[in-house]
């Protein structure tokens, strides 16, 4: 088994990066990320057919490796720098003679253009996303389990169709909304059968996980890694600001912890935000 181990550290805390090469059918290549001895990230990928000579796996590890890598090194340098006290840094090196590589380079804050498919996908995923966060969910195991969570379906659907969005979701979705409510009131109006709500909750689960898929479209997959990139960025200057904020709602929808973040931003300390933000970038990584 070919493998690669890095460890960086990040505001105190040392991740480790372990890339390995799986045999098997298919053979994979699995990438996992750990703090301390705690598993925050991990990522497969397919090996390309015909690619099993020990040179080939090597070498596919290593590129894979180097590719998660070298963003969170490149991270984990500017948080470093931004932690440490003005009057303590090192005097900066004279400038370039010649403009820096691209890959070292401030990230830019992707910039998304009002009425774009990009901004109604951005939209429809605030407005979906926490249905399909909340009920991709193994079925409930108590009548009141039961009770509970489709009362939490019925007032999340409706939330769904009154939102200015909803014509921008698809025809086919909106039907299955259409369905499931007329679903949950018959229940209601059979006083909460459970057998009826047994029958119902598959539809409602697999409908959810439907609805996570918005997140594997190549806009919003490019959108999403190009914005977290930009984040960790300004992270690195050592606070959470307004603008990041403001900026990662365009993430909504997309991770129940993000959406925590969101709603309550002074709650979570920058290094709580490191840790979903390190999470979701290995999520975008091609």
Do not use: C
């Amino acid at each position: 088994m070919s493998g690669h181990v890095d460890k960086i550290a990040v505001l105190g805390r040392e991740f480790t990066i372990q890339t390995e090469y799986i045999a098997g059918e298919p053979a994979k290549i699995r990438t996992l990320v750990y703090d301390g001895g705690r598993l925050v990230s991990s990522r497969e990928i397919a090996m390309n057919p015909g690619a099993d000579s020990p040179a080939a796996i090597d070498a596919a590890v290593m590129e894979q490796h180097g590719r998660i890598t070298d963003t969170l090194v490149r991270r984990a340098s500017e948080l470093r720098t931004a932690k440490t006290p003005a009057g303590s840094r090192p005097s900066p090196p004279p400038p370039p003679a010649s403009p820096p590589p691209a890959a070292s380079r401030r990230a830019l804050r992707p910039i998304v253009k009002a009425g774009s498919p990009l901004a109604t996908a951005i939209a429809v995923r605030q407005t979906i996303g926490p249905f399909a966060l909340a009920f991709a969910r193994p079925a409930p195991t108590t009548a009141g389990e039961y009770e509970r969570l489709l009362e939490s379906v019925d007032g999340a659907i409706d939330a769904i169709r009154a939102a200015p969005t909803y014509r921008a979701i698809r025809l086919d979705e909106q039907l299955t909304l259409i369905a499931l409510k007329s679903q949950l009131e018959t229940w209601q109006l059979a006083d909460r059968d459970l057998a009826m709500a047994v029958e119902i909750w598959p539809g409602v689960e697999a409908f959810a996980h439907h609805l996570l898929k918005i997140n594997h479209r190549g806009d919003l997959v490019t959108f999403d890694h190009q914005l977290l990139t930009w984040t960790m960025s300004e992270l690195g200057r050592g606070e959470v600001t307004g603008e990041m904020i403001e900026a990662l709602a365009g993430l909504g929808g997309r991770d129940a912890a993000l959406d925590a973040f969101l709603r309550a931003p002074s709650d979570f300390a920058p290094y709580d935000l490191l840790e979903i933000l390190l999470r979701l970038l290995d999520q975008t990584l091609a």
